[in-house]
């Protein structure tokens, strides 16, 4: 079972987001649009000012701001102190925390800065998932329009967050060392057997098992909001339709074709 969990699901797992991700967008990509989507002047023109929107929306959630204010907060609070916690791992694993001794930190201080900002990032990341349940459940319109996958969905990650944090607080703590090793031959094809510990084991099976399950998931928006946002800010139509080639704007012309 070990063998399975620590050398082959990762791979299944990775191919099957990865995958599932690039179909998404191709057929995303492939859906005529019968008619432009601009929303309005955004008082931003040309190329930088769509990347500028997009980047705003991608960023901070401009439009769910403008919606709903305290939504909004523990959405973006959630999304950012998961990127953190994410890029953290990713850090603290290649150089065993020690990642801020570049900055001129002693290697004890790295490991205990890197301790305190992987806490309070896990922290927030709990609390958020904590609160987004809580308005599903107690909130009545919420609830009315919450199904079984958005509760699976906060589950998966609660539980995720929940094993990181006992790790982290030393509840049943893993060598980097080991796990290095281990994640450095899942990169380069070379896998290694898994740590033996089952609270690592436990957090690394429900990671993979939200890699399978997040491109069919509502989470899927993670890259749906680009396509979105470059259909809703491009520039709007010209009326009349000028003689002359298709607008430059693909997700435009097919309507442009169809108006000829």
């Given at each position: 079972?070990?063998?399975?969990?620590g050398?082959?699901?990762?791979?299944?797992?990775w191919?099957?987001?990865v995958?599932?991700?690039?179909?998404?967008?191709?057929?995303?990509?492939r859906?005529?649009?019968?008619?432009p989507?601009?929303?309005?002047?955004s008082?931003?023109?040309?190329?930088?000012?769509?990347?500028?929107?997009?980047?705003?929306?991608?960023?901070?959630?401009?439009?769910?701001?403008r919606g709903?204010?305290t939504?909004?907060?523990?959405?973006?609070?959630?999304?950012?102190?998961l990127?953190?916690?994410?890029?953290?791992?990713?850090?603290?694993i290649?150089y065993?925390t020690?990642?801020?001794?570049?900055?001129g930190?002693?290697?004890?201080?790295?490991?205990?800065?890197s301790?305190?900002?992987?806490?309070?990032?896990?922290?927030?990341?709990?609390v958020?998932?904590?609160v987004?349940?809580?308005?599903r459940?107690?909130?009545?319109?919420?609830?009315?329009l919450?199904?079984?996958?958005?509760?699976?969905?906060?589950?998966l990650?609660l539980?995720?967050?929940?094993?990181?944090m006992?790790?982290r607080l030393?509840?049943?703590?893993?060598?980097?060392?080991?796990?290095?090793?281990?994640?450095?031959?899942?990169?380069?094809?070379?896998p290694?057997p898994?740590?033996?510990?089952?609270?690592?084991?436990?957090?690394f099976?429900?990671?993979?098992?939200?890699?399978f399950?997040?491109?069919?998931?509502m989470l899927?928006?993670?890259?749906?909001?680009?396509?979105?946002?470059?259909?809703?800010?491009?520039?709007?139509?010209?009326?009349?339709?000028?003689a002359g080639?298709?607008?430059g704007?693909?997700?435009?012309?097919?309507?442009a074709?169809?108006?000829?």
């Amino acid at each position: 079972m070990l063998f399975f969990i620590g050398q082959v699901l990762p791979y299944m797992a990775w191919a099957v987001f990865v995958f599932a991700m690039l179909w998404h967008l191709a057929r995303w990509l492939r859906v005529p649009v019968p008619f432009p989507l601009t929303l309005g002047p955004s008082g931003r023109r040309g190329g930088a000012g769509r990347v500028l929107t997009l980047g705003r929306e991608a960023l901070f959630f401009d439009s769910l701001r403008r919606g709903d204010r305290t939504l909004w907060l523990w959405a973006w609070l959630l999304h950012i102190s998961l990127v953190l916690v994410i890029v953290g791992h990713i850090a603290g694993i290649h150089y065993l925390t020690r990642q801020f001794t570049f900055i001129g930190l002693s290697a004890e201080a790295s490991s205990r800065l890197s301790a305190i900002l992987g806490t309070v990032c896990g922290t927030v990341f709990f609390v958020a998932l904590v609160v987004l349940l809580y308005r599903r459940m107690v909130i009545a319109e919420v609830r009315r329009l919450s199904g079984a996958a958005d509760y699976f969905i906060l589950a998966l990650l609660l539980a995720i967050a929940v094993i990181g944090m006992y790790m982290r607080l030393g509840g049943s703590a893993v060598e980097l060392a080991a796990v290095r090793a281990y994640a450095g031959g899942l990169l380069t094809l070379r896998p290694v057997p898994i740590p033996r510990n089952w609270a690592f084991v436990s957090h690394f099976t429900l990671v993979n098992i939200l890699l399978f399950y997040l491109p069919f998931s509502m989470l899927i928006h993670m890259i749906g909001i680009f396509v979105g946002q470059a259909m809703v800010t491009q520039p709007p139509p010209l009326y009349p339709t000028p003689a002359g080639p298709g607008p430059g704007i693909s997700f435009a012309r097919e309507a442009a074709g169809n108006e000829r």
